[in-house]
């Protein structure tokens, strides 16, 4: 694990940019932190990194968005089993060549592929966030 001090969002969007360039076709990467922590805007910085020019919005009510095939954003949080996701067909993502990014995957954890990789993002103050990666 290795750590990264951002102090602004625009940090947090170049470094995940970076971070994407480290991803495989097929990787699943957790995106743990509470809520307001920046998970949403680490995808973003993900997206420019694989080269996805549409705007990342979180997709809260829809529970995925699919970017080409290229990039799954995924948010759980309205999600209350892996069982539910896995009958809405969101499982299936986890196993096709695209990077897939998840937001609250505790709320699935019993459905997540094994060998997940994980970024963990930390609240530090209003502008700085620890990021812890692998
Ligand atoms: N260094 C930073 N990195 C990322 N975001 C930051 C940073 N400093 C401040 N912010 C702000 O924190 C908020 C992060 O929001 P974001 O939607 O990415 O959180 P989230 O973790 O996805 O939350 P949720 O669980 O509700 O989906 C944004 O308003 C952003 O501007
Ligand atoms: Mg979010």
Redesign the pocket.
Known sequence: MAVFL????E??RRFAAQYARSLKPGDVVILD?E???????FAKGVAEGLGIEDDIT?PTYAYMNDYYGKLYHY?C?RLTSGAQAEALGLTDYFYADGVCLI??AENIADVLPENCKKVI?NKVS????EIIYD
């Open positions: 951002s102090r602004g969002e940090k947090t932190g809520m307001g922590a920046g998970k949403t805007v979180s948010d949080y937001e609250w993002i209003q502008n700085a966030r």
